[in-house]
């Protein structure tokens, strides 16, 4: 980095020759590895996002994002405490899912299962009264179904 960082509360921000960049760390102990990932995903469409171990601690990730398109220093910082944000929703979401867990493998199981009763041969049942004689083809139209109605 070529330019003094700058700090804003926990987020520091510079401009080096690849552009406006800002950075923070997330503390693991807190979120975990798939909300922090799944978090930076949602990122990289509006900007190039940047993971990797802190060098002070092996329980903090350094996220590093630079813009897509030229974005203020303001708006750079507003957009990592966005992501901020976005950490906390994602880790909401992934205790929900694992305390919700059960109870949707055992909707799902049992949504599958019932569809599976109806997969015996023995009960299904076919109704063959309107399949094509062998000198039956769609273009004979032997049902009219092809003809013009209306005006």
């Known amino acids: 980095m070529t330019s003094e960082l700058k700090s804003a509360e926990a987020i520091n921000w510079t401009t080096d020759s690849l552009g406006a960049l800002a950075c923070f760390t997330v503390d693991t102990s807190i979120y975990n590895n798939t909300t922090v990932f799944k978090t930076a995903y949602w990122y990289t ?11 002070d601690s092996p329980h903090r990730i350094q996220i590093e994002i630079r813009p897509k398109s030229t974005m203020s220093n303001e708006q750079l910082i507003a957009l990592c405490r966005d992501f901020a944000n976005n950490l906390i929703d994602q880790q909401v979401r992934q205790e929900v899912i694992a305390e919700s867990g059960n109870v949707r ?13 109806h997969l015996d041969p023995e009960k299904l049942h076919s109704n063959e009264e309107s399949v094509p004689e062998a000198d039956q ?15």
Not at 105 to 110: G, P
């Open 45 to 55: 469409e509006r900007c190039y996002v940047s993971l990797s171990r802190s060098l």
């Open 105 to 117: 493998d055992a909707l799902i199981k049992k949504a599958f299962f019932e569809g599976s009763h």
């Open 137 to 151: 083809s769609y273009k004979t139209d032997p049902l009219k179904i092809g003809r013009k109605t209306g005006s």
